[in-house]
Each structure stands twice: as structure tokens, then as C-alpha cells.
């Protein structure tokens, strides 16, 4: 559930571009533009359900062109809630490529600026690209919105943020585009988000397969299950002092992971391309680094989440690349000690307090998800949520109330993917594999999913439907793996050409290193010279091998983390209170 965004500009229409420049843009663009980038032009396209509230010209720059930004709301209503209004922010540019782009929102969404994912800079490749807020405005991790003033849910901003504002801004967002151009159609239709964006991507992809022809989903929060699987982690690391793990312990923790782990894919390079397949045991740092309380907090965030009959319900965390200020220590632990008595242990009643800057993201989230979306009560404990279950454990109680109340929002469900895989569109998936945030095990189990039910298995479900695992990454960027990568060039040749990405060259910018990430389940084999630490920071030393399946071995990690074992069912949908 990422909250790291930034704002991506774009470009504006060949009309408002001094009159010696047309002729080029007109030869590079499939379509003029034939509206001016001002308030009463745009406002005149009479697109429904559309309300521009801001046209701002921004000229061409050394490294994007011009283009139209834009700015209002799109009326949402109906599928299930009543009306309501989300934003929308579009960015027009002036060299068309008769394209267009959504992008989704990390966390619990609430603004509408552009982020990259993965992307690069559309807007300078030409595309016109839109997002919104999803009906609702506030900070990443606060879910005060899901609540009217009264206490009563606020039903159809909570549809909005699950399912609904995507879908609908999206539709509005092209019909704009083809006014604003003039244009009888777009050539393409693309979606790309990480985290909880990447639950849009799922959500779109299984509940209205015809928004896009691709669709790039990164780091995807699946299902807002998630966010039981974090507090059981918190009701374990909360407990005491004694079980407390503190963020100091990372590096040493790491060193012993790597140690462990490292050469089992054949190469000590400091990255572990299968945390699924490593065999480290915490206790084996006790007493040396870590107390028995700590060691075993630490296995309890490597082991999944079970219900009363023993079965997965959310897997554990990889055992690798846990620290460096992006890892497990911001998203788990914090960077100070809690009270471990108080209900809102950083304080702030979970959101705007003085600690809460150096609370874990994850439990921000857990919170207030808790809390507003879940039992919708502002002073919930959210450590007392299912508390009568062991530690480890989510009884069926519990289960069916959080699902009651959230499962509107899952994109998780298999079998509805197959409409889209049916209309031959493509998604391209990946995750980071030291995703601290949400585990990427989650997002295999799921795709191993879906390939049981197409005839051919993973091989015919390639056809479709590629993931792309990054070793070393953390939550959508970061960790010390190669984390950054071009998806939609990747994408585009998948739709436009034909041509499937069997793998995506990945760098890290910080160390330089590149490397292939493989189509799953491959894993990149090293061919250059044993030990060279030039050679293996290359990427031409490194190839994927079709033939090569060794990411599907799980050791005694991912069986600990639930690899391969969840069950993706359907789940009750009859329940008339959601």
C-alpha cells in the first residue's frame, strides 16, 4: 500500500502551440487537437458526468513537451452505492500519440497526483494520462472518510475507493480525451499501478475487463486481508519489551539471512532470488543477537496467517532484505520504542499524532482500516480484534466480519479473471520478493491460482498473464536489488506487436546494478566470470532460461510463509451486510 507518489506532468493540445511548431506536432501526432487549453473551451466538450474546474497551460520543457493540464470531478453512482464524486486529474499533451493511460493510487488513495509506476514519464512519450482520488480526499493511511458524521458508513465513497471511482473516472477520462482531440477513437488503453494500485489493476482486470487493452500490476495489495495479516505480526511484536524486535537488529538479522541463504542460487552476490527456498531458523541467533522473545516475533512475520481448520489465509513475509530504512524497520517496526500498553501504541489515535511520524506505515494502515472500514468505530482497539484467537490464528468469527465488510474491494478471485484472458488482453505483474509491505508469496500463490484453471496451465496463462519477480526489491521500489524497470515499453510491444516480454532489464540506481527479470518461474542464471563483481552487476552476464523453473522449489521459509499453499476459493458473497 504504497504512499510514496510523485506528481508526473504531461503536455497540451497542438492549438494553443505557436503557429511555426504545428506542422511538426501535426506529423508526429495521429490526431490534432482541436480545443484550446482554457476553462470555457474544455468546459464547452459537454462530456457527461464531467466538471472541469481548472484548465492550466504548462509550455514545453527541455524534457516534456506541452501540454493541458486539467481538473474536476467525474459523478460516480450506481453498482451497488448511491452517488457520489471523485477527481479527476488529466494531463493532455500537445504530441498525442493517440494513446491512453490511468494510473492508480497507493494506500488508502485520498489524492490524485501522477505517479510513474513503473512507467517512466508517459506524458513525454505522448500518451494522455488521467487518475483520481477515488472519491475521497486525505492522507495515504487515513481512513477517517469511510465514516459519515454520524457514525453510519459512508457507502458509496467506500465503493468508490474499492471498486467503483477507477472504473468510472476512467470511462469519463476517455470520452474526454477523444473530445478534447477531436478523435473518433484511442488506439490503446492501458492501466498501470503498484500496491494498492495494483489492487485497481486486479479489480479492473477481474470486474470490467473491457477498460483496457493492458494491464501493468506492481506490488498488487490483493485483498484488503492484508491488513489482519499485518496486526497479527503487531499483536506478537507488541506484546512487551521482550518481544519487541527493534529496527537496530536488521543488519545483523540480514547478514545471517545472507549468509544462509545467498549461495543457493548459485551466486554470492548479496541478492537471494528465492527467499521461498531458504532454510534460516531465528533461534539460531539466540542468544548471540537475538533474545527467544525477538526470535520469535521474527518468525511470526515470516509465517502466514491460518484460519481455525489450519489454512492460509495470508502467507508471511520473505526472510530477505529486511532492513535499510525502507524494508521491515519503516513498514513493521518504527523507528522508536512503543508504549506497549496504550491501544494506539505510537499514539495519535492512530493518525496525526506526535509519534505516528516514527509509527510503521503498516500499522497506520492496520489501524485505521480496522477501525473505520472494518468494526467502524473511531475508538476500536485494534489490538483486541479477534482477541480470544491465539496469535497466529484468525477464528472464523472474525473472518466472515471482515470480509463482510471488505471483500467488495478484493481483485483476488481467480476464476473471474478469465473474461479478461479471454478477450486476449494482456497483464504484466510484478512484485518486489523483499517486499516488506506485501509479500510477494501472496501474489505467486495467486497466479499459480489462476494457471490451475486455464487448460494449459502456466505456460498457456503466459499467453496472457506474465509475472516479473525482483529480487532484493522492497515495496514497489527500493531494497538492494535491481528496482527500477520500464513496464510499459514492455507492455506496449506485448499489445502492439506481439511480442512477449520473456524478461525486463531492472538497474538499481544507487549501485548500478542491472539484471534480468525473469517471466516466473524462471530464475536469471549467472554465465560470466565466478566472483567478478564487475561481471556480476552486468545484466549481459545474466540470461533466463525457459527450461529453468527454479522458482517454484519452496523450502522450509516458504513453507513456514504459506508459498504454494493458499487456497483461493470463492469466498460467501450472500452476505447482505457490505
Not at 460516480?76 to 498525442?96: E, F, K, M
Not at 494513446?99 to 512507467?119: C, E, H, I, N, R
Not at 541467533?285 to 509465517?303: E, I, S
Not at 549467472?526 to 523453473?549: E, F, L, M, R, T
Request: hydrophobic residues 40%; proline residues 6%; negative net charge.
Amino acid at each position: 500500500m504504497d504512499i510514496k507518489q510523485g506528481r508526473m506532468a504531461g503536455a497540451r493540445p497542438a492549438s494553443i502551440i505557436g503557429l511555426g511548431c504545428i506542422a511538426v506536432i501535426l506529423a508526429a501526432a495521429p490526431a490534432a487537437a482541436n480545443t484550446a487549453c482554457s476553462l470555457p473551451a474544455v468546459q464547452s466538450l459537454g462530456v457527461t458526468g464531467l466538471t472541469i474546474t481548472a484548465a492550466t497551460d504548462h509550455p514545453a520543457t527541455a524534457t516534456l513537451p506541452e501540454y493541458c493540464e486539467l481538473r474536476g470531478t467525474v459523478a460516480t453512482d450506481g453498482l451497488g452505492a448511491g452517488p457520489n464524486s471523485a477527481s479527476i486529474h488529466a494531463d493532455l499533451p500537445a504530441n498525442w500519440n493517440g494513446k491512453f493511460l490511468t494510473t492508480g493510487q497507493g494506500g488508502f488513495a485520498g489524492t490524485d497526483g501522477l505517479p510513474g509506476v513503473s512507467v517512466g514519464s508517459p506524458v513525454a512519450r505522448g500518451y494522455a494520462v488521467s487518475t483520481t482520488d477515488t472519491g475521497h480526499q486525505a492522507g495515504g493511511t487515513d481512513a477517517r472518510w469511510a465514516l459519515n458524521a454520524d457514525g453510519s458508513p459512508a457507502t458509496a465513497k467506500i465503493a468508490d475507493y474499492y471498486y467503483r471511482a477507477v472504473h468510472q473516472v476512467a470511462v469519463t477520462s476517455k470520452a474526454l480525451v477523444k473530445a478534447f482531440y477531436g478523435a473518433g477513437s484511442i488506439s490503446r488503453s492501458y492501466f498501470a499501478g503498484c500496491s494498492n494500485g495494483g489492487r485497481q489493476a486486479y479489480n479492473e482486470a477481474t470486474k470490467f475487463p473491457d477498460d483496457f487493452d493492458g494491464i501493468i500490476a506492481g506490488d498488487p495489495f490483493l485483498d484488503v486481508r492484508a491488513l489482519i495479516a499485518g496486526l497479527k505480526f503487531h499483536k506478537q511484536n507488541l506484546q512487551s519489551a521482550s518481544t519487541f524486535l527493534p529496527a537496530s537488529k536488521l543488519p545483523a538479522i540480514d547478514a545471517a539471512v545472507r549468509a544462509s541463504c545467498d549461495a543457493a542460487d548459485g551466486v554470492v552476490d548479496g541478492l537471494i532470488q528465492n527467499p521461498a527456498k531458504c532454510a534460516f531458523d531465528p533461534n539460531s541467533l539466540v542468544p548471540a543477537v537475538l533474545t527467544q522473545g525477538q526470535a520469535d516475533t521474527l518468525r511470526n512475520y515470516f509465517t502466514a496467517l491460518r484460519d481455525d481448520d489450519g489454512h492460509v489465509i495470508y502467507t508471511g513475509a520473505a526472510v530477505s532484505d529486511l532492513g535499510g530504512g525502507d524494508g521491515m524497520d519503516l513498514w513493521s517496526l518504527g523507528f522508536i520504542t512503543p508504549n506497549f500498553s496504550d491501544p494506539e501504541p505510537w499514539g495519535g489515535n492512530g493518525f496525526g499524532g506526535p509519534g505516528l511520524a516514527l509509527a510503521p506505515i503498516g500499522w497506520q494502515f492496520v489501524d485505521h482500516g480496522i477501525q473505520y472500514l472494518v468494526e467502524r468505530d473511531p475508538s476500536f482497539n485494534v489490538r483486541s480484534f479477534d482477541a480470544n484467537s491465539p496469535i497466529g490464528i484468525e477464528s472464523d468469527r472474525a473472518l466472515k466480519l471482515f470480509d463482510r465488510r471488505t471483500e467488495a474491494g478484493d481483485g483476488d478471485q481467480p476464476a473471474k479473471l478469465l473474461p479478461f484472458i479471454a478477450k486476449d488482453r494482456k497483464m504484466l505483474i510484478y512484485h518486489g520478493l523483499s517486499d516488506p509491505a506485501l509479500p510477494a508469496f501472496r501474489t505467486i500463490n495467486h497466479y499459480e491460482a489462476v494457471a490451475d484453471l486455464v487448460e494449459g496451465g502456466i505456460g498457456e496463462l503466459q499467453e496472457n498473464v506474465r509475472l516479473f519477480l525482483a529480487p532484493g526489491m522492497h515495496h514497489c521500489s527500493g531494497g538492494p536489488g535491481p528496482n527500477t524497470f520500464d513496464t510499459l515499453s514492455a507492455l506496449e510491444n506485448w499489445v502492439e506487436q506481439g511480442q512477449a516480454p520473456d524478461s525486463i532489464i531492472a538497474k538499481n540506481n544507487t549501485t548500478g546494478r542491472t539484471m534480468p527479470l525473469c517471466k516466473f518461474p524462471e530464475q536469471a542464471s549467472y554465465h560470466g566470470a565466478p566472483g567478478d563483481p564487475v561481471a556480476i552487476n552486468d545484466a549481459a552476464n545474466w540470461s533466463c532460461n525457459p527450461k529453468n523453473k527454479e522458482m517454484l522449489k519452496v523450502g522450509l521459509n516458504g513453507r513456514m510463509a504459506g508459498a504454494g499453499q493458499q487456497q483461493d476459493a470463492f469466498r460467501d458473497e450472500h452476505d447482505d451486510d457490505r
